[in-house]
Every structure is written in C-alpha cells, then in structure tokens.
C-alpha cells in the first residue's frame, strides 16, 4: 500500500523560499497513470489545489500561484518537491501530498498526515 510523507521547514519568514517534500513509499512515482499533486489548507479554510507533478515528469499549477509555484521530482528517491518563492503570511497552511489515480477515472486515492507551514507576519 502506497504512502506519502510530506517533511517541511515548519516557519518560514516572509520573502523567503517555502520548500516541502513529499517521499513516496509502496509506489513509484512514474508509474503509469498517477499524479502527484500539492494541496494546501489555510487555517479556517477549505481546500486548496497548488498544483501536480505526473508519472512523466509533467507539470501543472492552478492558475492563480502558477507564477510562483514549481514542483519537481526525484525519481531515484521516490520523491516530488513544491518549492514556493517569496512567501506571504497568506502562504500559512497545511501542506498536503497527494496521489491522484487517473486511470479509470480520476480519484485522489491515498494523502499524506500533511505538514504544517507557518509564515509569520
């Protein structure tokens, strides 16, 4: 059974570089048909999609970070990383690693606990 593992700064000051890793384990991350994807929730907040890295080293962010955002991959570590520059206190969330089946269908199967990301203001 696959499992993520975000690891994370835990604080991060304003203007500086949010860095977060996801290990993958029971699963390698260029297996066909899955996508590797960040998801953030901000304290009293819903759901947040950043963005995903696919099993053929494709990317894709959400439109309102993709001039921030960038994620990249390891694969002789089994590992995908979201780097996010110049972070604001609104870059205050839980930071969560996803794998997304897309074959049949589309399905967020299995998460990481998440990892909490804290920008002081």
């Known amino acids: 059974q696959v499992q993520l593992q975000e690891s994370g700064p835990g604080l991060v000051k304003p203007s500086q570089t949010l860095s977060v890793t996801c290990t993958v384990s029971?699963?390698?991350?260029?297996?066909?048909?899955?996508?590797w994807n960040w998801i953030r929730q901000p304290p009293g907040k819903g759901l947040e999609w950043i963005g995903y890295i696919n099993y053929g080293g494709s990317t894709y962010y959400s439109p309102s970070l993709k001039n921030r955002v960038s994620i990249s991959r390891d694969t002789t570590k089994n590992q995908f990383t979201l780097q996010l520059p110049s972070v604001t206190p609104e870059d205050t969330a839980v930071y969560y690693c996803?794998?997304?089946?897309?074959?049949?269908?589309?399905?967020?199967?299995?998460w990481g606990q998440g990892t909490q990301v804290t920008v002081p203001s």
């Open positions: 029971g699963g390698d991350i260029t297996t066909s048909y899955f996508y």
């Open positions: 996803v794998r997304e089946r897309r074959v049949p269908g589309s399905e967020y199967d299995s």
